[in-house]
């Protein structure tokens, strides 16, 4: 059979939540105060048929990505180590947190997730998620993947997704 359309697989599961606390900065000074999310996540994932399996990927694998992916940043601050207002440095069991060179958090390091992102959006939030599945995937050796969507919400009907093509 001559194959014509092209395959997209994706999961989207209640247990693919992470419950963080974070803040953002906004252009100028302004910055949110310290709150939390039960974020979810979803992914989308397109590629060539494996015809091996007659599948994309194997769907317990990719479940089991994703909720190793959430749960490392369940229940942790979430702290952004690019930001140029927000300054994070570890202090031996802890981690000060200053914005815009005032001091205002001080947290156990245990309890922080620290971030290569610039502001800890949902927007970053989803390249992030996509970048370190993409990992998984080069090391689970995933070959035929085309492109990774990856949707992060932080409230009811608020989210952002990023999509990452492949080449
Ligand atoms: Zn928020």
Redo the contacts with the bound molecule.
Sequence with gaps: MQRRGEFRVSVSKDYLVFASA???TFAGHRC?GL???NYRASVVVEGALNEDAWFVFDFVELKRIMRRLCDQIDHLVLLPMQSTRVKVAEEGENVTVAVDGAPRYLFPRRDCALLPIPN?TVEMLAELLATRLLAEFEAAGARGVTAIEMEVE?NFGQSATYRLPLG
């Design positions: 974070h803040f953002i949110e709150h939390g999310h800890t932080e």
